[in-house]
């Protein structure tokens, strides 16, 4: 079993870096091609729309056997990634957003894919250890992947980055590929259609312990789009610093999030999942309360309190989601949760730069008063509704 938890960091850790890494440079790439700023701000916008459509997709990955879909997967998102060797010119450039829209798309069938085969691979009680060690060394690359990716872009150009963003499906195929699954049995699988998905929705929403740590996630995941652009404001308008000190405040969030993931799966070891995100959530609350505080220091002391919070609270999520829903249903629960957790961010970015106008701190000190009346509401109803599950 020790074998597979290394696989899956590795995994984390190879994806991560050639995500990070081909994402920063399509925007660079797109820029060159057209001057548009505009235009290339738009590349995030193709890799995160596919989550919108993660609960058909996860669907598909409930009907097909994961591994080998997984791994095609991944095998067909590295030569797809080597067509953008095509593109010379601007002309040239909608195929950019077209492989980085597909790769969006195969990204969510892969992470419902890895969430449905994890279970099949490794103890219940490693669950919360791996999908702790898995976040630190995703928060890892996101540390050393832009600086890389950059270096690589201005050296070589993009066809480098390509090359390299290439090879990492590859690898993590292989992995995929190496990893032994224990027998895991088989159950009946839901037709293809609308029921399939109304069935997946009803495991998620119908059972409190998997339903209040996604939704509270949703919350805390929510706020941090919320926040951003008042920390920003913040630290310009109110401590009249240099934008270049939000570098700091990133780099101290990362550190706190490796942290963070380390510690978590010792905790859910202990602790049921909605105990711990609710935790996790107050300690995000604190680490905002932190940042709005007129002082640099603590605004830095506020990040890395963030990275330890936030991490928290969605890998409580997201162990609650294989450890309790059916094998069969598994695939699109996951994804589903991943769209209900990350879907509020969509929001929160553009309330929160709206906010700015009434005052840096508002947005702040809003999304810690959230972030805690959802941990106490979370905590609450899974107690009432299902206190064996809670184990608080």
């Not at 609308?194 to 805390?220: Q, Y």
Request: proline share 6%; glycine share 10%; charged share 10%.
């Amino acid at each position: 079993m020790r074998r597979n938890a290394v696989l899956f960091v590795l995994i984390s850790l190879l994806s991560g870096f050639g995500s990070t890494t081909m994402t920063l440079a399509a925007g660079l790439w797109v820029l060159d091609l057209t001057g548009s700023v505009s235009l290339a701000a738009l590349t995030a916008v193709c890799i995160y729309a596919p989550t919108l459509a993660a609960p058909w997709l996860g669907a598909l990955v409930d009907r097909l056997p994961r591994r080998p879909l997984v791994i095609g997967v991944d095998l067909g998102l590295g030569l797809l990634l080597l067509t953008l060797l095509a593109v010379r010119s601007a002309a040239a450039a909608w195929l950019i957003f077209a492989v980085l829209l597909a790769r969006g798309a195969s990204y969510v069938l892969i992470e419902a894919g890895e969430s449905a085969i994890m279970p099949s691979a490794l103890p219940t009680s490693m669950l919360g250890d791996v999908n702790g060690w898995r976040s630190s060394a995703q928060e890892g690359t996101k540390l050393i992947a832009p600086v890389a990716g950059a270096a690589l872009y201005a050296w070589h150009g993009p066809i480098a980055v390509v090359l390299l963003s290439a090879s990492m499906p590859l690898l993590t195929a292989a992995c995929y590929a190496a990893v032994r699954l224990r027998h895991v049995p088989v159950e009946p699988r839901p037709a293809p259609g609308r029921s399939g998905l109304r069935e997946g929705l009803r495991a998620l929403f119908s059972v409190p312990a998997v339903r209040n740590p996604v939704l509270l996630a949703a919350v805390a995941i929510g706020g941090s789009g919320l926040k951003d652009a008042a920390v920003l404001a913040h630290l310009v308008h109110d401590l009249h610093l240099p934008s270049t000190h939000l570098g700091l405040l990133g780099t101290g969030q990362g550190a706190g999030s490796i942290a963070g993931g380390l510690m978590v799966g010792r905790v859910l070891a202990r602790r049921s999942a909605i105990t711990v995100a609710a935790v996790g959530a107050v300690v995000f609350a604190a680490g905002c309360v932190s940042q709005a505080l007129p002082w640099f220091p603590a605004m830095v002391a506020g990040s890395v309190v963030i990275g330890i919070g936030l991490p928290w609270t969605l890998i409580a999520a997201v162990t609650a989601v294989q450890t309790l829903t059916p094998d069969h249903l598994l695939g699109r629960v996951a994804a589903t949760a991943n769209t209900i957790m990350f879907g509020p961010v969509a929001i929160g970015i553009p309330l929160g730069a709206a906010a700015i106008h009434i005052g840096a701190v508002v947005p702040l000190v809003v999304t810690a008063t959230t972030s805690v009346a959802a941990a106490v509401i979370a905590v609450r109803a899974t107690r009432k509704l299902s206190p064996v599950a809670s184990n608080a």
